[in-house]
């Protein structure tokens, strides 16, 4: 698993981003989704294609894995070149990861030419993005820290004013805290645990989880 990395930020909604502008007449209508597989991708293309199907052209790119193991470009009946490989620019420019874009373009009358279709695309896609938003995704390890009450207040302090984040709160027997540390903070972590706690406080790691951060593209 990577320790972090950056991708399109996902609607609430469970729908995808959209965003036109309009180049010489021509609408140029983006489309943008989170995906984690290639059958995923292809079946979005599918779906804009289909919701489209009167446009003259629904051109798209995809970058999945962690190692961008999976990349395509599709022109959709544009002159070749001028219009996938445009979209999988942007995408390998901005380093992300998991993303599917569809170019949906409504021909206004007026030829671009190829120079013009490559930027028209580009920054289609690029507009799309930022409108959608990017987000860094870090790994992090969960912890349990296990302490006596008298602990508390002085463990809870500390960490609100420290880079750990406190998940959840259990008051049982004991208090236990579960706590997400960036991977690669682990040691520290530890340390400034075992130092605040005398060395009397337990910790355990349960799992590893992304947390996502909003970069603001």
């Not at 979209?87 to 998991?98: P, Q, W």
């Not at 007026?110 to 799309?128: M, Q, V």
Request: charged share 25%; hydrophobic share 35%.
């Amino acid at each position: 698993m990577l320790s972090s990395y950056y991708t399109v930020k996902e609607n609430k909604n469970g729908d995808h981003g959209i965003h036109e502008i309009v180049i010489q007449k021509s609408r140029f209508i983006a489309h943008i989704k989170r995906v984690t597989s290639e059958e995923d991708a292809q079946a979005f293309i599918e779906k804009i294609k289909k919701e489209h199907w009167n446009a003259n052209h629904n051109c798209s790119a995809y970058m999945i894995g962690e190692n961008d193991q999976i990349q395509k470009a599709n022109d959709d009946g544009e002159p070749s070149g001028t219009a996938g490989v445009p979209i999988l620019e942007v995408l390998k420019k901005r380093h992300l990861k998991d993303t599917v874009v569809v170019i949906t373009r409504y021909f206004g009358g007026i030829k671009l030419g190829a120079g013009g279709l490559i930027r028209a695309y580009g920054s289609a896609t690029s507009e799309g993005i930022t409108a959608n938003g990017v987000v860094e995704r870090r790994l992090a390890q969960r912890y349990k820290l296990t302490i006596d009450y008298h602990f508390l207040g002085k463990v809870e302090n500390e960490l609100h004013s420290s880079p750990y984040i406190i998940d959840k709160m259990d008051y049982v027997d004991q208090v236990q805290i579960e706590v997400l540390v960036y991977v690669g903070e682990e040691a520290s972590f530890e340390e400034w645990f075992t130092n605040l706690t005398s060395g009397q406080g337990k910790l355990e790691k349960i799992s590893v989880q992304y947390l996502e951060k909003d970069i603001g593209q």
